[in-house]
């Protein structure tokens, strides 16, 4: 069975989404909490958390970009089919 290519976009894009919100939400929830404890603030445990937070929101950033980045050259490459199209008419 052939995925329609209006489907297989979708899904990636709404997968590339999640993903984005997924990784950043885990990265602001561990900073938060972390950050309202003031007791070892200069512990291992504490950095290795701020670490850990700090490189989960720089993944959610990155798959962010990168469905923007998906959504926006596939409409350019859907545009440019429908103008090839309407030439070859």
Known sequence: MKIPNRLRALS??????ILALGFSVLGFVSLINKSGSTIGALSAENAYSLIGSGFSILVGATFLVAAISFRRERSE???????IDANLI
Request: hydrophobic content about 25%; proline content about 0%.
């Open 12 to 17: 990636t894009s709404l997968s590339l989404t």
């Open 77 to 83: 490459s859907e545009s440019l089919s429908q103008q």
